[in-house]
């Protein structure tokens, strides 16, 4: 069956083949074409992710890019760069050349390098106008003083001035005895005493102790430094060599005086105490050092003969009360009213009795009575405190008398909480009215408030006060009885 003319025309112009042509324009359109295909063919290619199994990239050795022997090639190459980097390199503004030994570029990586904005490729040149790239330059030398360390050529002065600014400085190189001292009085003059103790501190190394000592004895400022020196570190040995240089003997004494604080035996405490009394203190101190001993002796015996009878529970005043210390080493106000709470009633002759230590120690009488009101009150031993205040006079009489002011007395007593029968004795002996009536009301002495508004003949305030007590009470009818009484001229 023979196709016709039309069939034929349609299957060659529908084909993708297309026939032979001897025209020239259709050659070149074919070939245009193609080419323009291949390019794109070849595009799709490189923008193709790299797990694509149909391209391979390879460097301009022939190794494929990303195999290992690739990848030690290319480290050793970098590191044979890196070694032979100056290190101050310059930049190089010639043409740049591709070593195709040592190049990492692939021909796929060339391609893929990376396009600009515009779409086009970037070129070789590109890589030397990365911003990235360090300018390296050498560092400016500083000036000549900055290098000038603290061995360096300084004189006494300067070096004060630069330990005054807390810069690091050496004294070694300051050897002779006069630059010594000059560093020593530029430190004092400067008025700085960190300064003046580091000078004294390298003084004490590098100078005997018979020249320190002479040259600070014309240094009052730097000595005062020196001993406070010696004290905070508690080098006691050199600080008594040199107050015995120096001849201040008192302070010699008291110094050895204060060791008496690191001794915690009591018995070898007195006994360093007993040593310390044939020093040479000055009277009054002397006098101190005795009462210490003697202090010191006693608290020994009473702390032993009431620690037996504590043990014992005969004696009822320490069974009510028991001991919430020892005695010994405590001060001597704290030593009488300790006597006064347990051994008040003893015999003067008895080392423990408040009278004996009131007579041995010269305790003042004011003292005394406040020390003792406050032990007893404390034990509401109320009549003991009643014999305390009463005293007699060469007629026989006998009145109740205070060193103390009777509203502290008061005071005290309240604070001990006292019985309203109590309180109310003692501040009848008040002299002034008005702080008489204001801490009568205050603790409802109603018996002071009302005698003392009889002594001053005011009804109205008699009256006034009436309606503060209870009514039917005795302070009531006490009050009804001073007011219906005629022969009470009131002023008002």
């Known amino acids: 069956m023979m196709k016709s003319k039309a069939d034929e025309e349609d299957y060659w112009n529908s084909s993708k083949f297309k026939a032979f042509t001897f025209d020239d324009e259709d050659d070149e359109y074919s070939r245009l074409k193609e080419s323009k295909q291949a390019v794109n063919s070849i595009r799709r290619l490189v923008e193709e992710d790299d797990d694509e199994d149909d391209v391979e990239r390879v460097s301009w050795s022939g190794e494929p890019v990303g195999s290992i022997s690739w990848s030690v090639r290319e480290t050793a190459a970098s590191n ?38 515009g ?14 790239v360090r300018l390296y330059a050498p560092e400016l030398r500083k000036p000549k003083s900055e290098y000038k360390d603290f061995v360096s050529d300084w004189s006494p002065e300067e070096t004060v001035h630069r330990m005054q600014q807390g810069k690091a400085v050496s004294l070694e190189k300051f050897r002779s005895l006069q630059d010594k001292l000059l560093l020593l009085d530029f430190g004092v003059s400067a008025h700085d005493g960190n300064v003046i103790t580091a000078v004294l501190i390298y003084l004490k190394r590098t100078l005997s102790k018979e020249v320190l000592f002479r040259e600070l004895e014309s240094r009052q400022t730097a000595l005062r430094h020196f001993i406070h020196y010696l004290t905070e570190t508690r080098d006691q040995r050199l600080l008594l060599e040199l107050l015995r240089a120096l001849g201040r003997t008192e302070d010699v004494a008291l110094l050895q005086y204060k060791e008496h604080l690191s ?53 009822e005043v320490f069974q009510k009360f028991p001991r919430r210390a020892s005695i010994l080493n405590m001060p001597l106000i704290t030593t009488l009213y300790y006597c006064c709470f347990y051994h008040y009633t003893e015999s003067e002759g008895t080392y423990s009795s408040p009278l004996n230590i009131r007579h041995t120690f010269r305790i003042s009488e004011k003292q005394y009575f406040v020390t003792a009101l406050a032990a007893r009150a404390k034990l509401k031993a109320w009549l003991d405190l009643d014999a305390l205040f009463t005293s007699r006079n060469w007629l026989g009489f006998t009145r109740k008398k205070s060193p103390l002011s009777f509203h502290r007395v008061v005071d005290i007593l309240q604070k001990n909480s006292a019985p309203t029968q109590v309180l109310q004795e003692y501040v009848g002996l008040i002299d002034d009215a008005d702080l008489r009536i204001s801490l009568a009301q205050k603790h409802k002495c109603h018996d002071i408030v009302i005698n003392t508004y009889r002594d001053l003949k005011d009804r109205q305030l008699l009256l006034g006060y009436r309606g503060k007590v209870e009514r039917g009470s005795a302070e009531e009818r006490k009050i009804n009885e001073l007011l219906d009484n005629p022969q009470i001229r009131w002023k008002n």
């Open 119 to 132: 779409g086009n490729f970037q070129t070789f040149t590109d890589p030397l106008s990365d911003t990235s």
């Open 263 to 315: 001794i915690a035996d009591e018995n070898k405490r007195r006994d360093f105490l007993k040593s310390c009394l044939s020093l040479p203190f000055s009277p009054e101190d002397s006098a101190h050092v005795q009462d210490h001993y003697t202090l010191m002796e006693r608290q020994i015996i009473i702390e032993a003969t009431d620690r037996q009878a504590e043990r014992g529970g005969k004696v």
């Open 80 to 117: 044979q760069r890196t070694d032979r980097e100056p290190a101050f390199p310059k930049i190089n503004t010639d043409t740049p050349t591709i070593s195709k030994s040592h190049s990492g570029y692939s021909l796929s990586s060339l391609f893929k390098a990376g396009k600009t904005r």
